[in-house]
């Protein structure tokens, strides 16, 4: 099949149902799997074949969702999971227990945050947050139990493009996979391209875009060598109690480069079960169908959002791609020439007081904690996503008190711009 994410996006994974034609993949919504006989039955669960059990594990209308996204991502094997979180939570746990650590830019979405400095660090895993703006903070930070680099492609709300290819080279020194969330950039930016061995997604936000479904997904590059990195990865490189003491990367050597993902779904997601339902794999596999035109159309509104902000006299500071210098406009140059994003953020002459008022005056553009949705959003983080962080951490991940962060849906620009505008003069008082 050809390349072009237009064509993947409606075509990958699927062709038609065996049993009865159908053209539209169809919602499996079934717990479980008849075997044929009880070899089949032992087969699956022996991994000799892969296949449908049970649907915690895996479930024929995820599967579409996932080669799909594999497909997309030029990754080899995907796992869709109950959100966003959950495939942060495992993309980490999958190769780090208690005694471990992590490197972690500063540049994060805040649950992602305080899942990394809260509960990993119950769970024993240190996170060493550093400022992506250093490439080599990674390796400075690095230690024999360091198992994984973690950032965001276009984090908000900085939207400082990551140095994907700079720090993933930084992890093939050490033997260190880089795990990319590329939730704000699907189909702008591929992270396998680069180097980066394991992308996740909040699937709730622009692969869904209708704003409907929560899910996650995690994919693998299929490009990290387990093996030749035993020491640094025992997770993949020592046996496995829980799985008849298999050796992750040597036991899945005949299906593929698959380990990472499949020992994923046959230990975390078997005994953490943090699975997607059938229907909202199905519901995200809708929005995916649409995601090339979306993708397309929040780029050109957004980009006319930053324009028409930074020609008001009442806003200090416009926070997009476009707008940033030096350093950050070469990444912007490197990472994104296919388009610079759907977020993007403003700072309003009179502080915390006026941006509250400008989200008080918005008609059009909705007032929620998400992002990617195809209908405009805005938020004011330092009170509602940031607000479980401190006022020194906030001020590391970026958020100013009167900081305003947009996601530019698929509107007619015309009504975005009048709506923002109205509410602007409203702030003004
Ligand atoms: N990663 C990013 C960049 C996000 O914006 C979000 C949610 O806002 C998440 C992860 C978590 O995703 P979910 O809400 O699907 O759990």
Same mark, same amino acid.
């Given at each position: ?223 990290? @060598? ?44 078997? @005994? ?46 416009? %926070? ?50 998400? %992002? ?41 620009? @015309? ?15």
């Amino acid at each position: 099949m050809s390349n072009h994410p237009e064509t993947l996006a409606l075509h990958a994974g699927w062709r038609r149902d065996e049993a009865t034609t159908a053209v539209a993949v169809p919602i499996y919504q079934t717990t479980a799997f008849q075997f044929n006989d009880t070899d089949h039955a032992a087969g699956l669960f022996g991994l000799a074949q892969l296949g449908n059990i049970y649907t915690r594990i895996m479930n024929p209308t995820t599967d579409v969702l996932e080669k799909r996204m594999a497909a997309l991502e030029g990754g080899v094997a995907a796992l869709a999971l109950a959100s966003g979180q959950a495939a942060s939570m495992f993309s980490v746990l999958n190769v780090a227990k208690a005694g471990d650590n992590i490197v972690s830019s500063t540049d994060l979405y805040g649950g992602t945050w305080n899942l990394f400095a809260n509960q990993l660090k119950d769970l024993g895993i240190e996170c060493r947050f550093v400022d992506p703006a250093d490439p080599e903070a990674f390796a400075r930070a690095t230690d024999d139990r360091t198992r994984a680099y973690y950032a965001e492609t276009l984090p908000n709300p900085k939207l400082r493009v990551f140095p994907i290819a700079e720090v993933a080279a930084i992890g093939k020194r050490f033997g260190i996979p880089l795990i990319m969330d590329n939730t704000a950039a699907p189909l702008l930016v591929r992270p396998f391209d680069h180097g980066a061995a394991v992308v996740m997604y909040s699937a709730t936000k622009y692969l869904g875009g209708h704003g409907t479904s929560i899910g996650g997904i995690v994919i693998d590059g299929g490009n990290f @060598d387990w093996e030749a990195n035993a020491a640094r990865q025992p997770a993949l490189n020592t046996p496995d109690p829980s799985y008849h003491g298999a050796v992750w990367s040597q036991a899945v050597k005949p299906l593929g480069p698959i380990a990472y993902i499949l020992k994923m779904r046959v230990t975390l997601l078997r @005994d953490m079960g943090a699975c997607i339902s059938p229907m909202n794999a199905w519901l995200i596999l809708q929005g995916i169908e649409t995601l090339a035109l979306r993708m397309r159309a929040h780029c050109d509104n957004a980009s006319a959002v930053a324009k028409f902000l930074g020609a008001r006299s009442d806003v200090t500071k416009v %926070i997009h791609p476009s707008t940033q210098t030096g350093a950050g406009a070469a990444m912007v140059a490197k990472y994104l020439p296919r388009g610079q994003g759907g977020l993007l953020g403003f700072e309003l002459a009179g502080g915390a007081e006026a941006g509250k008022a400008f989200i008080n005056n918005l008609k059009l553009l909705y007032h929620v904690a998400n %992002i990617g949705d195809a209908r405009s959003l805005a938020i004011h983080p330092a009170s509602t996503t940031h607000s479980q962080l401190s006022a020194d951490e906030q001020a590391a991940t970026g958020v100013s008190p009167g900081y305003i962060r947009l996601s530019i849906g698929i509107e007619h620009i @015309d009504d975005i711009l009048a709506d923002i505008g109205q509410a602007l003069d409203a702030a003004k008082g």
